[in-house]
């Protein structure tokens, strides 16, 4: 195994002593990179996915340009919908569609128990390519949706805006939704502990909707899932890191569901946070991430805003509160990149 | 003055006993019900804002059918826009447009000061219907958009994703955007004073994209504006309430704005806000209005698990935590309204 050269991001997701502050960013490998955009040129989001020479091409691009402390394989939370046997295609400018979407319980009993080997084998493929370029650099992390983020896809059979239908099957069919919610469990607990298995040297669960939930719908149809996936990964000291938009009504909770960091939206104070869980785990975030529309001096500002928030702590990996957005300036991130790198010696 | 006779809302909203727990529905006057889509079919968006008597008319739609104890005269929070000189266009299954949205200082010095009376006498006109049919049933309540909230619109040029164009704005051009929200804040105080002079009972403000914002920056671009807008209001005794979606993070500050009531969504636990926030202010809300898509024995619950959160306290309005979805049966929000009428007396 190589040793990772540089495992800022590692030693604070385990709340250890570190020199600066770490960071990446959601969406890092994305469409605000001019080099990402000529791969996807040629290609297609899909393709990408299960092409592991272009999912690694593009997974490295930020560690070079923008100068991040860990990368994230380039993938899709869909693929496990797509193991499982539901149909996936990306509609330009539209966004993601699963066809015939899971509406009743005999719909569940269709989906495949996926053998992450062979299902998934072009990600693993992606996962082992990755690390051998980035030769110990910097970590790389591993990710999944939430079970009820996935869910949510397989029953509206895309995005939705008034998700009408996830809460009707949830509501009207429970014991369906539950089931659901299990078998889903289990494909990402297998899928999680695969990547782990290929190289990954931490993992984050992505429940993009679950602040769509009320706080005990929230505990029931998500949390609960994300505990059991949790607790079934097969990992050695490999930091799990789940992050819950807008969950902010249940963050003691999240804080006791097994994950070594929680990562946070940009409406929560990192500082108050800390002061409310305590210790029990590291935070990562999180900036807004509009603020990298403003000028150089509004994103110093208001990133030693977040630094000064969370203050001179162990566990803190510096993020957005939220993917970096497409119109974005790759100077503007670097620069980000670049201030927290200088700022937040001064918190250590 | 024809005195009303059911003023359980009133007196909920400022704190004072009532024999059960007053309630209305965001949206009530809205597209689930098939009384209102005769009208609609009829009529288009705009033009049944602009004619007082089918405003009128879908105004006091749910109080005959649903019996609610309050009514919101029926019109939308971009009147205002349209009032200040932008052309304001409702795209069907798009939402608004504003053409030539605000992209530079130059570009706000052409809105125009508005006079309410003359500018806005259809909502005016549509108040005093709306309160003589009424007859003193229920209270009115009148309504605005926040200047924030405005201002993303006029700004955006209608809705938005990303909401990338409002943020550029206030980071950019911060003096520019205070400008705006100065402008805009006058109107909406003008708008709503000529509200009450017509007749309403009860005003409400919608700060319906205050939750995209940072904590900091909520305080400086939206509730600022709502508190001056609140202190300029022209009033006897009717009660304000200020409905902050996604603003869980500034509750403390939003209870000291001025506003009697202050609005829940469905992700804050109720009860734990009135322990928090003290008895300054009332509070409305905040049933997950997806709940209505379950039966009637799961509507019951959660009904009943949101009085029971707010407890025997004074003070509380019954609500939805968002509006009433457009697919949501009539039957369904009656029951609700019938439970809320019958479960809350023991808590009174």
Not at 182 to 202: M, Q, T
Not at 212 to 234: C, G, H, M, R, V
Request: hydrophobic share 40%; charged share 30%.
């Amino acid at each position: 195994m190589t040793k990772i050269t540089n495992d800022l991001f590692l030693r604070a997701c385990k709340g250890k002593s570190v020199e600066r502050t770490p960071i990446w960013i959601m969406r890092q490998a994305g469409r605000y990179l001019p080099e990402y955009r000529a791969v996807r040129k040629k290609s297609n989001f899909i393709t990408m996915c299960k092409t592991p020479e272009l999912a690694s091409e593009v997974t490295i691009q930020p560690v070079d340009l923008i100068g991040v402390d860990a990368a994230i394989i380039f993938s899709d939370i869909l693929v496990i919908p797509e193991a499982m046997g539901m149909k996936l295609e990306m509609i330009e400018s539209k966004g993601p569609k699963l066809y015939d979407p899971i509406r009743k319980a005999s719909d569940i009993d269709k989906l495949k128990t996926i053998d992450a080997v062979k299902d998934l084998k072009y990600v693993l493929d992606a996962v082992s390519m990755t690390k051998r370029e980035l030769n110990g650099r910097v970590p790389l992390i591993g990710f999944a949706g939430s079970p009820w983020t996935l869910m949510t896809y397989m029953v509206e059979g895309g995005g939705s805006k008034s998700f009408s239908e996830i809460k009707k099957f949830i509501y009207n069919q429970p014991e369906a939704a539950h089931k659901l919610l299990d078998k889903i469990a289990d494909a990402v607990a297998e899928y999680l502990s695969a990547k782990i298995e290929a190289g990954a040297n931490a993992l984050q669960i992505f429940d993009t909707w679950g602040g769509l939930l009320s706080p005990a719908d929230f505990e029931e149809f998500s949390l609960s899932y994300i505990e059991k996936i949790i607790s079934q990964i097969k990992r050695k000291d490999e930091p799990v890191i789940v992050f819950a938009k807008g969950v902010h009504y249940k963050l003691n909770k999240l804080a006791e569901c097994g994950a070594d960091v929680i990562g946070l939206d940009w409406t929560m104070d990192i500082g108050k946070v800390r002061s409310k869980i305590g210790k029990k785990v590291a935070l990562q975030g999180n900036l807004d991430p509009t603020v990298l529309y403003g000028s150089e001096e509004k994103i110093r500002t208001e990133a030693v805003n977040v630094l000064k928030s969370f203050g001179k702590h162990k566990g803190h990996i510096f993020n957005l509160g939220h993917g970096i957005l497409p119109d974005v300036s790759p100077a503007k991130a670097k620069f980000l990149v670049d201030v927290i790198k200088e700022e937040s010696r001064k918190f250590h």
